[in-house]
């Protein structure tokens, strides 16, 4: 069954089911539609879907707020991680998901970078996807071996200029993050350099920690502790302001590259069709998890802090996602990039 015609029997499907609920209101039953409906939710384990390795910034991000979430749902959520193809695979798997909100995807901005890379993408991200609503925005950083010969960013910046054929650039894969970001990079040096894809930026770091690739983007949520350890060279971070828990870190904009601006928001996704109450019942537990204090902590020693709760709705989110596709649809032809 094609996507479409899947997204139109799950539509027809969750207006069914709609109007069940609205039935079962309207007869005084407190609205109680059954075992399965939406006020037995979630009823079953629920599945975060990961789309890169275990260990990475994007698994490290879900599991800060899977178990609060689960709290204030009344069930068990189980981290699943679904890597390949720069997140596309653990994405295009979700879009074909029962429509039942025990199947919800993590994804970031790859989520708006994949449809102008990707010619046979498996899914479009505005009509196979309800959003749920935001979560983080991460800042990235430029981290090196710590071997690497560059000492700063303008130094990093003439090495791969005048020696960008055996430079290695490592990344998570065409539509990853670390991808994008790596894409901004060498637009703006005019380079192109031998990227080395990974199923995630945590295997990424582990190979560049132990110096076997040169240097990559990757958000702090994964890169501060080696960079605090002093196990890889920082060069920069990538947003306009510098990071609190990386003081020393200058912005690119300091080191003398602004163009490379670009910074990591996630977001929770649920395939078209999943009932509206259960979209809902999700993002009110997003906006508790995200104003529990360990969360909150969590992610400012890793650079980071939840969106506020105005962000963690679907209709944010949706608005962030469409407005994201317009914009890396541009940069990216205008890059020449596309996934071979
Ligand atoms: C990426 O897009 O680079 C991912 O965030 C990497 C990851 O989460 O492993």
């Known amino acids: 069954m094609g996507t479409t015609s899947r997204y139109r029997a799950a539509t027809r499907m969750s207006a069914a089911l709609s109007l069940v609920a609205l039935v079962a209101a309207c007869s005084g039953n407190g609205g109680a539609t059954g075992r399965g409906g939406t006020d037995d939710y979630p009823g079953r384990n629920i599945t975060f879907v990961v789309p890169f390795s275990a260990g990475g910034p994007t698994d490290t991000v879900t599991r800060m707020i899977a178990e ?3 709290a204030q749902l009344g069930g068990k959520i ?11 695979v653990g994405a295009g798997e979700v879009a074909q998901a029962e429509p039942d909100g025990l199947t919800v995807l993590m994804h970031h901005i790859g989520m708006s970078t994949a449809p102008a890379l990707y010619e046979k993408l498996g899914y479009q991200p505005l009509k196979d996807f309800e959003t749920v ?10 981290v090196g071996r710590k071997d ?8 990093l910046v003439a090495y791969v200029k005048a020696n960008a054929n055996k430079v290695t650039l490592a990344n998570a894969g065409i539509g990853a993050a670390s991808h994008l970001c790596g894409l901004l990079f060498q637009t703006a040096v005019g380079v192109k350099l031998q990227e080395v894809p990974y199923q995630g930026t945590g295997p990424a770091l582990t ?3 132990g110096g ?4 990559m983007c990757d958000q ?5 502790g080696q960079i605090s350890a002093g196990k890889v060279k920082a060069y920069a971070v990538t947003t306009p302001q510098r990071v609190k828990s990386l003081p020393d870190l200058p912005t690119t904009a300091e080191a003398g590259l602004p163009q490379l601006q670009v910074s990591v928001w996630h977001g929770l996704y649920v395939p078209a069709g999943t009932p509206p109450e259960v979209v809902r019942k999700l993002s009110e537990a997003l906006k508790v998890a995200l104003a529990e204090p360990r969360v909150i902590e969590q992610m400012a020693k890793l650079g980071t802090a939840p969106v506020p709760p105005e962000a963690a709705t679907p209709q944010a989110h949706r608005t962030k996602l469409e407005e994201q596709l317009g914009t890396w649809a541009k940069v990216i032809a205008d890059a020449g990039v596309k996934a071979s």
């Open 220 to 224: 702090t949520t994964n890169t501060s």
């Open 148 to 155: 690497f010969a560059p000492a700063t960013l303008a130094d």
């Open 207 to 209: 190979d560049l920690v």
């Open 133 to 142: 609503g935001l979560v983080t925005e991460v800042p990235m950083t430029v």
């Open 68 to 70: 609060p979430m689960a």
């Open 212 to 215: 076997q690739v040169d240097f």
């Open 78 to 88: 189980v981290v699943r991680n679904v890597e390949g193809a720069g997140g596309t």
